[in-house]
């Protein structure tokens, strides 16, 4: 079975600020995923990351892929309220056609 | 172009009762899926039809959970009966071709088993 553990579970942090959430496993993923969740709705893709080392930029998000393609991280810089959201990194196995998602961060700006 | 729709968004039923989900996915999209999403957890995959077949169910706990996808377009989920550890969101997504290519899901549909 494939975990995806995320951290922190929780954070809150004040307009303006930097954060970086994490997302670990001790199995090797062939692409990873980011995923934001607002209340109500679905998950919305944010970003894919296949190689491992990749680094990946949406406007303030920086996206990382592991060297070892086990783990990934989301940097925030200066975030906004609109930030705020449940976000979900989720990924494939090797040969695994099933998405399996981490245990998610939830994130709160505080204006 | 229309998103994915799920109904109905709400739905509180008792323990052992039935009830049933119905997802209509993006139109021309092949794959669609399921999944359970727990308050506090990811969701996790239930089932995965590629149009009307079967791709993935080995988490569908099939004494109580039921799915299909009838002619390749519509699916509905159906439990029964109904435990208390059901309660969750239930997530319906699509995408193009296959697993390789981009999921949109649905807005969900809240169960709370009583």
């Known amino acids: 079975t494939q975990l995806l553990e995320q951290s922190p579970q929780f954070l809150s942090i004040q307009e303006g600020e930097n954060l970086t959430v994490y997302c670990n496993s001790s199995?090797?993923?062939?692409?990873l995923q980011w995923y934001r969740q607002e209340p109500g709705e679905g998950p919305v893709l944010l970003v894919t990351?296949?190689?491992?080392?990749e680094v990946k930029k949406l406007k303030r998000l920086t996206f990382q892929f592991g060297d070892a393609r086990k783990d990934s991280s989301l940097h925030i810089t200066a975030a906004q309220p609109g930030d705020t959201g449940l976000y979900l990194c989720?990924?494939?196995?090797?040969?695994?056609?099933?998405?399996?998602f981490g245990t998610g961060t939830r994130l709160t700006i505080i204006p | 172009e229309a998103g994915v729709a799920q109904s109905p968004r709400y739905k509180i039923i008792e323990k052992r009762q039935s009830v049933a989900f119905w997802c209509n996915p993006i139109?021309?999209?092949?794959?669609l899926y399921w999944y359970q999403q727990i308050l506090g957890q990811g969701p996790k995959l239930l089932i995965q039809?590629?149009?009307?077949?079967?791709?993935?169910d080995s988490q569908l706990p099939k004494d109580r959970f039921s799915a299909e996808r009838l002619k390749g377009v519509d699916s509905t989920l159906k439990i029964q009966p109904a435990k208390l550890e059901d309660s969750a969101v239930y997530l319906c997504?699509?995408?193009?071709?296959?697993?390789?290519?981009?999921?949109?899901f649905g807005p969900g549909t809240r169960l709370t088993v009583l």
């Open positions: 199995s090797v993923f062939s692409s």
């Open positions: 139109s021309g999209h092949a794959t």
């Open positions: 997504a699509s995408s193009f071709r296959n697993w390789a290519d981009t999921q949109y």
């Open positions: 039809f590629q149009n009307n077949g079967v791709v993935d």
């Open positions: 990351v296949v190689t491992g080392g």
């Open positions: 989720a990924g494939w196995g090797f040969g695994n056609e099933k998405l399996t």
